[in-house]
Structures are given as C-alpha cells and as structure tokens.
C-alpha cells in the first residue's frame, strides 16, 4: 500500500514543477530572456529558444500538468474506493483539491514569481526533452488552438511598444528603482526619435546675425553683446546664409587685421532641413566637429539654428552657462487648480505633467502652436479658448507669438468662454 502512495505523493510532486514552471516562464521579461541567451550558456539559449515559441512551451507544460494531475486523481479516486469504500470519495476528492490548490498551484508559483530565473535554468532541459517527447500531440494541439484563437481573436499578436516600455519605467520610478530624473531622461530619449530640429531650433526672429560685409572689429562687438560663441553670417539683403563666424576667429582677426571682411572669415555652414530629426543631427555632432547647424525653410531660406546643446537639452533637460540667465519655468502649478504655461513648452512635457492625451498635428510641437492650431488665427492677449481639456487663456503675447497662456483644467474650471 505504501507504493500507491509514494506515486501519488510523486504525482502532487510533478504537479507542483509543471504549475511552477509554467508562471517562471511567463514571467520571463523580454530583457530578462536576452541577458538569459547572453549570459547563462547553453541553457540561457534554450530557455530563448521556448520563450520564442510560446504555443510548444505552454502546450508542454499544460500537457504534462493535465496528466499528473488526472493520474493524482485517478489514484485517489482507487485507494479510496479500496481504503474505505465509494462513500468517501467525495471527502477524498475534496482533500485532493485542497492539497493540489495549496501545495502544487499556489505555493509554486508564488516561488516562481520570486525566483523566475534561477527556476526556468533549473528545469529548461526537462522541458526541452520533454517538448520533444510530446511533440506529435503537441503539433496536434497547437493545430487546433491555432485555428481557434484566430477565429476568436484574430491574427495580430501584441508585441512590445513605446508606450509598454515608458509605462514599465514609470512603474519602476513608482517602486524606487528608478529616479525620477532618470525615467524623464528615459522618455526623453525615445522621444527625440520623433522630434524633428525644427521643434527645438532657435527661430530666425529670436537670432544675432551678422552681415558678411561687415568688419571683424564689428563681428566681435555683435558676439560679445549676443553672449554666444558662434553667429550665422547672411548676405546683405536677403536670408541667404554664408557661413558662421566663431567668436574666437573673429577675436583673432579683430587683433591682427580689425577692419578685415566677416566674408573672409566664416566657415561654411553645415545646412539641414527642419523636417531632421534630433537623433540624427545628434549623431552627425558626434562624428563631425559641428557647433552649428543652420536649419533651413523649405523655400531654402534661414528658419533657425540649432546647436549641440540644443540637442543635448532634450535629453538632459534645460542646461545653462554662467552668461545665460535663468528663465521661468515651461509648466507652473498654481493654487487655484490651473497652470501658468509658456508659449514654447514642449507638447509632450505638457501632456506628461497635466496627465491629457490631446489629439494635434504632427507639425505641433509647443503650447502656442497647439493653440494656434485651434484658433486658426493670431490670439490677442486676455483671448480664451474652451476645449475639452480646459480653457486656455492668453496671458502674453510678443511679435505676434504666445508667451505664456493660464490652462484651467475641466474639472476645476467655474467659466470659459468660447472663441471660433
């Protein structure tokens, strides 16, 4: 009687491995299942070889599961009707499940939520050989639920995205084992894939230019005054761009030969269009020794500038150098519920901090340009504009540019009132 029951106790024993097995699996990470082929050998490859096909894995362990779990039951079904009898078959019955819902499902996977890893190493040859074994009913079954799945669910599986990975880096900044300026970062870098030049240039409104014709004498005072280190060089008369002037060669020149032409001095511009985006410009910096890149319109015309640290900033946030003074920040909370928003703060960081999904324009890429987007027309300050969002109320307005507007969320708005 004592063998009966050493298989049974074996039985529970298996059940346990497969429920185990199965839940360290599939809770194998993309990342995880990679470090796993790259650092753990032979084992670490198999373990990617049945992660990559889920139907064989799941249908191994599902088999195997089934069988030792109706073998345990068959069993104690036997000893009991030979033990005490067909009247304690329900109590027996009930016990098993009891112990099968304890010790072979629960329990094991607990422990394989915690120990995954180590887990699936142990076990992968098992499965492996086992996967092998099975594998005629295996093709069959996965026949069948193919052909089923496809008829309920349909053919697109969802892999991974963007938007699942930002949400896995937010959830890590919520349990501290990322800091909140490291998931920013981590946004911010993905992003830049998206952003094209355009979004973070410097406008030709907002640009110190020089004209070639001018003096290296005249050259240093305009680079002096403007606080930068390098300036766009255009023809007299129209926005065609020379060159830029650095302000060390324009300090050389203005010793030896002051009245020297700024034509004679420029180095050619490095140009490229604003639909660029900011992860390529930002890899041509790294290959090439640029500074400047002079953004131009599509009629070929000067639209902006764009420097190294332009490009940095969109990963690292705002930097500042010891002749730059601080500005306001971009997103303001106020008392009252609504926020103070600048003109050009970036689309994205006001989506982000306000917690709205906003539908707009490819093309949009700042707060003004959002509104503008909207209104279809140039707002005056003390102007409102009532979206579903909010009211958006003009509090700034500069060369026909929004500086800064209020945004009285929905939910705590009293009033707003509508333009068309």
């Given at each position: 009687?004592?063998?009966?029951?050493?298989?049974?106790?074996?039985?529970?024993?298996?059940?346990?491995?497969?429920?185990?097995?199965?839940?360290?699996?599939?809770?194998?990470?993309?990342?995880?299942?990679?470090?796993?082929?790259?650092?753990?050998?032979?084992?670490?490859?198999?373990?990617?070889?049945?992660?990559?096909?889920?139907?064989?894995?799941?249908?191994?362990?599902?088999?195997?599961?089934?069988?030792?779990?109706?073998?345990?039951?068959?069993?104690?079904?036997?000893?009991?009707?030979?033990?005490?009898?067909?009247?304690?078959?329900?109590?027996?019955?009930?016990?098993?499940?009891?112990?099968?819902?304890?010790?072979?499902?629960?329990?094991?996977?607990?422990?394989?939520?915690?120990?995954?890893?180590?887990?699936?190493?142990?076990?992968?040859?098992?499965?492996?050989?086992?996967s092998w074994i099975l594998k005629p009913i295996i093709l069959g079954v996965a026949a069948i639920s193919g052909l089923l799945t496809r008829l309920i669910a349909g053919k697109k599986r969802s892999g991974i995205t963007l938007e699942n990975i930002l949400h896995h880096v937010k959830a890590a900044e919520g349990e501290g084992v990322v800091e909140s300026?490291?998931?920013?970062?981590?946004?911010?870098?993905?992003?830049?894939?998206?952003?094209?030049?355009?979004?973070?240039?410097?406008?030709?409104?907002?640009?110190?230019?020089?004209?070639?014709?001018?003096?290296?004498?005249?050259?240093?005072?305009?680079?002096?005054?403007?606080?930068?280190?390098?300036?766009?060089?255009?023809?007299?008369?129209?926005?065609?761009?020379?060159?830029?002037?650095?302000?060390?060669?324009?300090?050389?020149?203005?010793?030896?030969?002051?009245?020297?032409?700024?034509?004679?001095?420029v180095t050619p511009p490095y140009l490229v269009p604003g639909t660029l985006k900011a992860h390529e410009l930002f890899f041509r910096f790294k290959k090439e020794p640029i500074h400047l890149a002079v953004v131009l319109d599509e009629y070929g015309g000067l639209d902006g500038v764009v420097t190294r640290e332009d490009v940095m900033e969109e990963i690292?946030?705002?930097?500042?150098?010891?002749?730059?003074?601080?500005?306001?920040?971009?997103?303001?909370?106020?008392?009252?519920?609504?926020?103070?928003?600048?003109?050009?703060?970036?689309?994205?960081?006001?989506?982000?901090?306000?917690?709205?999904?906003?539908?707009?324009?490819?093309?949009?890429?700042?707060?003004?340009?959002?509104?503008?987007?909207?209104?279809?027309?140039?707002?005056?300050?003390?102007?409102?504009?009532?979206?579903?969002?909010?009211?958006?109320?003009?509090?700034?307005?500069?060369?026909?540019?929004?500086?800064?507007?209020?945004?009285?969320?929905?939910?705590?708005?009293?009033?707003?009132?509508?333009?068309?």
């Amino acid at each position: 009687m004592a063998l009966p029951f050493s298989f049974l106790v074996l039985l529970l024993i298996l059940s346990a491995f497969f429920s185990s097995v199965e839940t360290a699996f599939t809770a194998l990470s993309p990342g995880q299942v990679s470090a796993l082929a790259e650092k753990r050998g032979k084992r670490g490859l198999l373990v990617k070889r049945l992660s990559d096909n889920p139907e064989v894995l799941l249908t191994t362990l599902l088999i195997g599961n089934n069988l030792v779990n109706l073998g345990a039951s068959a069993l104690t079904t036997t000893l009991t009707i030979r033990l005490w009898g067909n009247a304690y078959v329900a109590a027996a019955t009930g016990v098993l499940t009891l112990a099968v819902l304890v010790f072979c499902e629960v329990t094991p996977k607990q422990i394989a939520l915690a120990a995954n890893e180590h887990l699936v190493i142990r076990s992968v040859r098992i499965v492996w050989i086992l996967s092998w074994i099975l594998k005629p009913i295996i093709l069959g079954v996965a026949a069948i639920s193919g052909l089923l799945t496809r008829l309920i669910a349909g053919k697109k599986r969802s892999g991974i995205t963007l938007e699942n990975i930002l949400h896995h880096v937010k959830a890590a900044e919520g349990e501290g084992v990322v800091e909140s300026f490291e998931e920013e970062m981590i946004r911010n870098v993905f992003r830049i894939n998206d952003t094209p030049v355009e979004a973070i240039m410097t406008h030709r409104t907002e640009l110190s230019v020089i004209d070639a014709e001018a003096t290296a004498q005249t050259a240093l005072q305009t680079l002096l005054e403007s606080g930068h280190s390098r300036i766009p060089v255009m023809e007299q008369g129209d926005e065609h761009v020379v060159g830029t002037l650095s302000l060390a060669d324009a300090a050389r020149a203005a010793q030896k030969s002051p009245s020297s032409r700024v034509r004679n001095l420029v180095t050619p511009p490095y140009l490229v269009p604003g639909t660029l985006k900011a992860h390529e410009l930002f890899f041509r910096f790294k290959k090439e020794p640029i500074h400047l890149a002079v953004v131009l319109d599509e009629y070929g015309g000067l639209d902006g500038v764009v420097t190294r640290e332009d490009v940095m900033e969109e990963i690292f946030g705002e930097l500042y150098d010891e002749r730059e003074e601080k500005t306001d920040q971009p997103i303001i909370s106020q008392e009252d519920g609504s926020w103070v928003l600048q003109g050009d703060a970036d689309f994205y960081d006001v989506q982000d901090v306000l917690g709205l999904e906003l539908e707009h324009d490819n093309r949009t890429h700042t707060v003004g340009g959002y509104l503008l987007e909207q209104l279809e027309r140039i707002p005056l300050e003390g102007d409102a504009l009532s979206l579903p969002e909010g009211t958006y109320t003009v509090m700034s307005i500069k060369k026909k540019r929004i500086l800064s507007v209020r945004f009285t969320p929905a939910k705590s708005e009293d009033s707003g009132n509508s333009l068309d």
